[in-house]
């Protein structure tokens, strides 16, 4: 049995941009705590969280890592996770296991995209939020950084702590009602957190304005009340690097962040009658279990590993519980701990905790694992992850490894949310999508490293759809007579745009219009499998099609000859006739992109934009002369934006792209895409 209980954990998600400094602030954590000997440095690739061979290639972390320590009666977990625009996804992949979410924040960086975006989705999920302001030893940019952030997340940003001695030490502005800081008398700062604290409780309010002063026990309660509020963002101030701060942040987590118990819990859903419900877990280990899989990682030594957080109930050695709506339960031999890659088994991961399990199959990322007794269909409420929109066409060179890629793409689909692959019927293209060149070069390193694949790879055609604009009739007759029995069948169709209707099946509104017996009714699926051919290959362009409605109103068949496969060409061709006169056009996919830049540069990039046909939809000036700049833009141009930006920027300009819309291509470019196809001929 471990030696705490659920009152004693803390989980914190430590997040915020590349190279602020998290990786480093962990490893002195745990070098503070004793779990390790000596404090690594990610220069030296030496260092706990990045212990995977790309993260230490890299310099910077690729992948979340969990770790954990014991400080002052409490066990601390801590995820470390990476910062680049390019593994958000990883990091918000990890929100659901915490009760704090802390963003670290480099003082002379100042507010970065990735740390308004980790903000802004930790606030709308009312998860408690708290900054580290990291590298104070950057005095002369300290000042100039925490009014950055007040700035960017309002007044209930307060100092905890502040620094002192020219950034080599920290005084606790909290408990603390005078002294002098860096950043001026402490006495100010004292009052302003004393006052944001109070405000959540009027009674000590009362006290507080009667005497002028409350004691750090009184404090307490009201405190987390004001973290789970949203009415209190603690900021405290730290050089990881030299190990100032350490100790003072490992006393906050342990004892002002939430427990398990006092935090506000994530909601679950499950349907009941059709009608969707929530349910929240209550962190009693005594309760039926409810454990949410937050991370599937896969290592050539150890298998495939499933890190979990216990919502409710507890996970323990020859347990049984269900994945999602599986009927059979699952064994669990065993359940560990995790120490960056090290492993270490535990009897029982009680309610709040955090751990992992290996080699069962059945659980993958975003798995509830529950007992009986709990709604079979439950599922956490899904979490904003960004859609990949960047991609590249991949194949192998090697004769005959399709079946090892395959496998190998599985397995890193399964251990990243935003890794896509896309079988693109009409081109033909087998399509790796992520959230950046970044992203998608360290998945093709893993391939090679860990999969012994070599790949080829090239930019993917654009994913253009087809559809029609106007009512037209279709019409073919089929027959061929080869000695024999021959093939015939005619057909005549309708075609036009949906129009919303109803009972479409893959944006096809197949109708039967005959009447008579023109056509016996079991030749009727042959012709629906015609168009759908063509609406799966393109009828103009070989993309596939949308939004269509096709009405069969009249044929011919004879009663020796006609045959399934004789309707199926008909219909095709019928279908394909039928588009050709009804105005067909080409839809475009166009992306959301909001691209954070200085402020000088809006000029520029709005012209970047306005030469791909993109429209900007407005611009907000942030802190610290940045700006955010909003725009719709067709994905055909900015297919390689990564590369473009960081040009023209000289690299500081960053950007999130996300799928918007599609909208008819441009006439010359429509034109150009048209002549370019080159369909096959049918053998009938």
Known sequence: MPGYTTADIRNIAVTGPAAAGKTTLIEQMLFNAGVIGRAGRVQDRNTVCDFDDLSREFGHSLDSALVHFDHDGRHVNVIDTPGSPDFIGKAISVLPAVETVCVVIDAAAGVDPVARRIMKIAAERNLPRMIVINKIDHIEHVARTLAEVQDAFGAVCQPLNLPAGNGTAVIDCFANATGDSDLGDVAGFHSAIIDQVVEVDEDLMAI????????????????????????????????????????????????????????????????????????????????????????????PFVGKMAVFKVHQGHVGHDFQPRVGDARKGIRIGHVFKLQGKQHSETDQIVA????AVAKIDEINFNSVIHSD????????????????????????????????????????????????????????????????????????????????????????????????????????????QTGGAGQFGEVYMRVSPLNGEDGAVDGLLFVDDTFGGSIPRNFL????????????????????????KVSVYDGKYHAVDSKEIAFTTAGRKAFIDGVKKARPVLLEPFVKLEVTIASSMIGDISSDLSGKRGRILGTDTLPGGMATMHAEVPLSEVMNYASQLKSMTAGVGTYVMEYSHDEPTPPDIQAKVIAAFKPKDDDD
């Open 352 to 355: 709040g905790d955090i751990g």
């Open 208 to 299: 507080y304005l009667e005497e002028g002063e409350v004691t750090p026990g009184q404090l307490h309660d009201p405190f987390e009340k004001a973290l789970r509020e949203a009415h209190l963002v603690p900021i405290c101030f730290t050089c990881a690097r030299d190990n100032v701060g350490i100790r003072k942040l490992k006393d906050i987590f342990a004892h002002l962040c939430p427990s398990p118990l006092e935090g506000n819990p994530r909601s679950f859903e499950y349907s009941d009658g059709g009608e969707v419900k929530r349910l929240r877990g209550v962190p009693d280990s005594k309760k039926p279990l409810i454990a949410h899989v937050f991370k599937v990682s896969h290592d």
């Open 373 to 480: 007794g709990v709604a079979d269909d439950l599922h956490i409420r899904p979490w904003p992850l960004p859609r990949p929109m960047y991609g590249l066409a991949i194949e192998v060179t090697a004769t005959g490894a399709e079946g090892k890629l395959h496998d190998a793409l599985a397995k890193i689909v399964a251990e990243d949310p935003t890794v896509e692959i896309e079988r693109v019927q009409s081109t033909g293209e087998t399509v790796l999508r992520g959230l950046g060149d970044l992203h998608l070069r360290a998945k093709l390193r893993l391939l090679k490293d860990r999969y012994g694949l070599d790949i080829r790879t090239r930019p993917p055609r654009v994913p253009y759809k087809e559809t029609i604009t106007a009512l037209a009739e279709g019409h073919h007759r089929h027959k061929k």
């Open 525 to 548: 699926p042959a012709i629906e499998k015609g168009v759908r051919q063509v609406m799966q290959g393109g009828a103009v362009a070989g993309y596939p099609m949308q939004d269509i």
